[in-house]
C-alpha cells in the first residue's frame, strides 16, 4: 500500500501562494493522488485529484511529475479562510487503500 | 440540503453506557463508510459498506457494531464504552466502492466519554 509523508504544519501569508508537497515513492500504477481540505470541526472535502501532469480546477491545482513519486498541491493567493489541515492520499480501486496520514496544517497569517 | 448528514453532533457519556450515531447521505451513493479521528487528527477508517454489505472491518473492537438497513443509512453502535472511544466519528460516502472515490463526509460526531 502507497503511503505518503507530508510536512506537519505550513505557515504562510495572505495573499502568497502556497505549494505543500506529498511524497509517496511506492505509488502503484493504477493509484490516484487525492487531496482533501479539513476546517476545524467539519468534515475533510475534496479539493483535486490527478494522475499525472498537472490538473487545476477552481480551487487548486496539483502538480505531478513523470515519475510519480511525489506531488505537489498548489493554493494560489491564499486568505484566511484557506487555514485548514490538508491530506494527502494515494488510492486505487481497492477499497482497503483508505489510508489517511496526519496531514499538513496550513496557517495563514494576516 | 445536506449531503451527508450525522446525528447527533455532541454525545457526552459514562464509562459503560451504550450509544448509537446515526448517519444518512442524499446522494444516492452506493458506499459508506465510518472513520474515527483522534486527537491528533488521524484519520482512521472503522467500516465500509457497499450497497448494505460489510466490506471492511478494520481492527476494531466489536463492542463497535454498524448497521445499515438500507443504502442511504449507516447507523454505528457502541457498547461498553471507554475512555479511550473519546473521538470525532466521521461518517462519509461515494459514489462507488474504489478506494479512489471522491468521498462526501458528514459534519462529525464528537464522542466524549467521561
Known amino acids: 500500500l502507497a503511503k505518503t509523508t507530508q510536512p506537519i504544519s505550513m505557515d504562510s501569508y495572505e495573499g502568497q501562494e502556497v505549494n505543500i508537497t506529498c511524497s509517496h515513492n511506492?505509488?502503484?500504477?493504477?493509484?490516484?493522488i487525492t487531496w482533501y481540505q479539513q476546517f476545524p470541526s467539519q468534515g475533510p472535502r475534496f479539493i483535486i485529484q490527478g494522475y499525472k501532469t498537472k490538473v487545476t480546477n477552481e480551487v487548486a491545482s496539483l502538480f505531478i511529475p513523470a515519475d510519480r513519486k511525489s506531488s505537489t498541491l498548489s493554493l494560489p493567493r491564499v486568505s484566511l479562510s484557506d487555514t485548514a489541515v490538508y491530506y494527502c492520499l494515494v488510492n486505487g480501486d481497492s477499497n482497503y487503500q483508505l489510508i489517511w496520514g496526519a496531514g499538513t496544517k496550513l496557517i495563514i497569517k494576516p | 440540503d445536506t449531503a451527508v448528514s450525522q446525528t447527533p453532533k455532541y454525545l457526552v457519556t459514562q464509562m459503560g453506557n451504550d450509544k448509537s450515531i446515526k448517519c444518512e447521505q442524499n446522494?444516492?451513493?452506493?458506499?459508506m463508510y465510518w472513520y474515527k479521528q483522534d486527537s491528533k487528527k488521524f484519520l482512521k477508517i472503522m467500516f465500509s459498506?457497499?450497497?448494505?454489505?460489510?466490506?471492511i472491518n478494520e481492527t476494531v473492537p466489536n463492542r463497535f457494531s454498524p448497521k445499515s438497513p438500507d443504502k442511504a443509512h449507516l447507523n454505528l453502535h457502541i457498547n461498553s464504552l471507554e475512555l479511550g472511544d473519546s473521538a470525532v466519528y466521521f461518517c462519509?460516502?461515494?459514489?462507488?466502492?474504489?478506494?479512489?472515490?471522491?468521498?462526501?463526509f458528514g459534519p462529525g460526531t464528537r464522542l466524549t466519554v467521561l
Open positions: 511506492n505509488i502503484a500504477t493504477n493509484d490516484y
Open positions: 462519509a460516502s461515494s459514489r462507488r466502492l474504489a478506494a479512489y472515490n471522491e468521498q462526501f
Open positions: 459498506y457497499n450497497n448494505k454489505e460489510l466490506i
Open positions: 446522494l444516492g451513493h452506493d458506499t
